[in-house]
């Protein structure tokens, strides 16, 4: 389950590009600067879109790399535009398409250690579903909240994104 | 794959009875009645903080029923009280529950078809990653933006429930 699944969270990070184009067409229409929704919250304590993003595509490497076998690549957080934002968001899912299914045998048997783990570690299957999978979607889906609470025209099918429907 | 994954969707759902003590803790700290929770939105033409909780539990019931091959059991929308969204949730993880991994045999090849689908169907493993792990976890984070957003003291990791950590 670990390819499916992680190339699912590939997808989640694919329909953000187009929610960032959504969000300059709507700074356009009402004369803003775009950078304004890039660092808006839904809480002062909470944290800002880009920072939803980096996050979203870190659990995504992180999986990518960590289930099979390698070190994640370095992305430093340094993003302040449109452009670097799909640029990272790029980045990410050009390396977690790198690794073949293949790559995941063993998976299970891996175990990941997390900068917020206080020292503990966690093995694949509860590290894929427990932490890759909510992690993913609860920052994609921040991301989601804060352009749609600012006015964004984004619904619920540019969450879903390509749904693999079949004729009866 | 099956069983996992709809087993960590009901997590989710446990999880959201946590953040309903703490929105409970909230309005009766700030003096005013919880209801004003259960019907606020993120944006005007966005769905309340009660049919976030519905859809969750009606994506979760659905995979667990559709899945093993039964029709899921009809639960009306007509919550109201924090009483009455508490008692969806629980009658869903019940269902869910009763649902042991041996049913999931088969799952992939069942296909599946949705409301909204437009009268075609949807194969088990694209039905399981693209439809429900994708809007369990929407609907879940846009409630618990909803309290986020209006204060209440709910935090990531009480969105991410028990994690497994083990000893190195």
Chains 1, 2 share one sequence.
Not at 40 to 54: E, G, W
Not at 130 to 159: E, W
Request: hydrophobic share 40%.
């Amino acid at each position: 389950m670990y390819y499916p699944i992680i190339r699912q969270c590939v997808e989640a990070l694919k329909n953000l590009e187009t929610w960032l184009d959504r969000a300059e067409q709507h700074a356009a229409a009402k004369g803003f600067d775009v950078g304004v929704l890039l660092t808006s919250r839904l809480a002062p304590d909470m944290k800002d879109f880009i920072y939803q993003i980096q996050s979203a595509c870190d659990y995504t490497k992180g999986a990518a790399a960590w289930l099979s076998g390698q070190k994640p690549p370095r992305h430093e957080d340094s993003e302040q535009t449109i452009g670097e934002v799909r640029a990272r968001i790029r980045k990410t899912v050009d390396f977690a398409e790198s690794v073949k299914e293949a790559q995941y045998a063993g998976a299970s048997e891996r175990r990941v250690s997390l900068s917020w783990g206080h020292g503990k570690m966690i093995g694949g299957e509860d590290y894929l579903l427990q932490v890759v999978v909510q992690d993913v979607y609860f920052h994609v889906s921040m991301a989601y909240a804060i352009l749609r609470h600012n006015g964004v025209d984004v619904g619920k099918m540019d969450f879903l994104g390509p749904i693999n429907f079949v004729d009866p």
